[in-house]
């Protein structure tokens, strides 16, 4: 454990982006988490872009003899976490690893709030919501974005679908495109990335009427994020 907080360090690890704002949301997400959290001791970690990986930053604290908890700053469960985080922490006795973010209803509030300030009406059937996400090509981080969607239904009388920048399918602007087709008069994509990066980029071309800021900045992902390191901790001591 950690020689002054007695808990393992919390490594928060993120996709990873060239969006210089993308990079400081994520970085003061670990370090909102620290806030609530005082004393607990936490590093950054990535699997793709930029430095340093998941795996150098988990062998590195495991060689100076401290646990650590993974804790995956991503918003489904894709190859990134059941590929790249579990192996390593795999090749380490005194590591673990998190579930990711999502789905937990606290996304689905910020997702709620990020289309009224976007001015989408939840109360009008004729405005569609199309649920963007990154994608991946596993049918478990699908399913959880289903969820989410699903989720977001319940708060929203229009209807809510899903469309992916890469790897699932429908793309975005297929889903955009089908939501007009069945009838929606305006269709406003929902984003359902932590931050600015590419794939936010991407959405401004996709066709629709809107499209909502990334959830960060929000409090209530620092909680989440500390609600998914306390259920690893717990776990590990069970």
């Not at 994520?26 to 988490?33: D, F, R, V, Y």
């Not at 989410?148 to 399918?169: D, H, I, K, M």
């Not at 990066?197 to 209530?220: E, M, Q, S």
């Amino acid at each position: 454990m950690d020689a002054v907080t007695g808990a393992p360090v919390l490594v928060a690890c993120a996709h990873g982006t060239r969006n210089p704002t993308g990079r400081r949301l994520i970085a003061e997400l670990a370090l909102a988490a620290r806030e609530l959290r005082p004393g607990l001791v936490t590093t950054a970690a990535f699997v793709d872009v930029q430095p340093p990986t998941v795996a150098d930053v988990v062998a590195g604290l495991a060689g100076d003899g401290r646990p650590a908890v993974v804790v995956p700053l991503l918003l489904s469960g894709g190859y990134h976490v059941h590929v790249d985080i579990a192996r390593a922490v795999r090749e380490h006795a005194a590591a673990r690893a998190a579930r990711p973010l999502g789905p937990d209803p606290r996304l689905v509030a910020v997702l709620h709030d990020r289309l009224l300030a976007a001015g989408a009406d939840p109360d009008d059937p004729a405005t569609a919501v199309v649920l963007a996400a990154a994608g991946s090509s596993d049918p478990r981080s699908v399913a959880d974005v289903d969820a989410t969607a699903a989720a977001l239904q319940e708060r929203w009388t229009g209807p809510v679908t899903t469309g992916y920048g890469s790897a699932a399918q429908p793309p975005v602007p297929e889903a955009v495109a089908a939501a007009r087709a069945a009838g929606a008069r305006r269709v406003v994509l929902a984003a359902y990335l932590l931050a600015p990066g590419h794939f936010h980029d991407k959405l401004g071309g996709a066709g629709a009427d809107a499209v909502t800021a990334p959830l960060l900045p929000d409090d209530r992902i620092a909680a989440v994020l500390l609600d998914r390191y306390d259920a690893a901790v717990a776990a590990w001591s069970a």
